[in-house]
């Protein structure tokens, strides 16, 4: 693995289901981050973890949960899903001297 | 939270200069990013601003001035690759980064 990778690429699910997004790095870097982007909206943070074992809420975290368990991985989980939740997710981690941020390919969601 | 502004739509023909404004207002500043997202992919890292001044990377230049709560970003001899939107992102205090709307800059031939 090189960088930051997503699973699934795209995913249709019905409402009420429930559906976890996978992020994984390679970067060894403490922070990770959700993002959804919506026409229009730009990217908006969901939840972010600043090292293994925390975890902290953005600006959209109603409908969604995450978890560090170690710091490679960071899984979405959206307990049950609504149409609003239909976005393309990106995951992203910081390191480096200036803490910049990198992405990862991003899930293309959709509710139904 | 942050406000963050900038326009949605640039036009330019290839081999020109297109310059996208953008202003902010935050509580506390930690850094400017510009981030570029090609249709369908994710956004890459293109510069960093923390200072006030201008950073060039070869055909891009990015600019800051905390005091105004303004930046940026230059694209010189365009070419139809960076048809593409440009986000500019600004690191708060509590080290959050909040994204603008974006700019959708289209190169033409």
């Known amino acids: 693995i090189a960088g930051i990778t997503q699973a699934p690429t795209s995913q249709i699910l019905a409402a009420g289901r429930r559906m976890t997004l996978r992020c994984t790095q390679d970067?060894?870097?403490?922070?990770m981050y959700w993002y959804r982007q919506d026409l229009g909206l730009g990217l908006r943070l969901i939840h972010y973890?600043?090292?293994?074992?925390?975890?902290g809420k953005g600006e959209v975290p109603d409908g969604y949960s995450v978890s560090r368990a170690n710091t490679d991985d960071f899984p979405l989980t959206l307990a049950s899903a609504v149409p609003s939740q239909t976005s393309v997710y990106f995951c992203?981690?910081?390191?480096?001297?200036?803490?910049?941020?990198?992405f990862g390919p991003g899930t293309r969601l959709t509710v139904l | 939270g942050q406000n963050i502004d900038q326009p949605t739509e640039m036009t330019a023909t290839e081999g020109a200069i297109v310059q996208i404004n953008c202003t902010y207002q935050?509580?506390?500043?930690?850094?400017l990013f510009w981030y570029q997202q090609h249709a369908g992919e994710a956004p890459t890292f293109l510069s960093y601003?923390?200072?006030?001044g201008l950073e060039e990377k070869g055909r891009f230049s990015s600019f800051l001035s905390r005091s105004k709560g303004y930046s940026y970003l230059l694209l010189k001899e365009l070419q139809m690759k960076d048809s593409a939107s440009y986000l500019c992102?600004?690191?708060?205090?509590?080290?959050?980064?909040?994204f603008g709307a974006g700019t959708t800059v289209t190169v033409r031939a």
């Open positions: 935050t509580s506390g500043f930690n850094g």
């Open positions: 973890s600043n090292t293994a074992g925390t975890t």
């Open positions: 970067m060894r870097h403490n922070a």
């Open positions: 992203a981690s910081s390191g480096g001297d200036t803490d910049t941020q990198y």
């Open positions: 992102a600004v690191r708060d205090g509590n080290y959050k980064l909040s």
């Open positions: 601003n923390v200072l006030d």
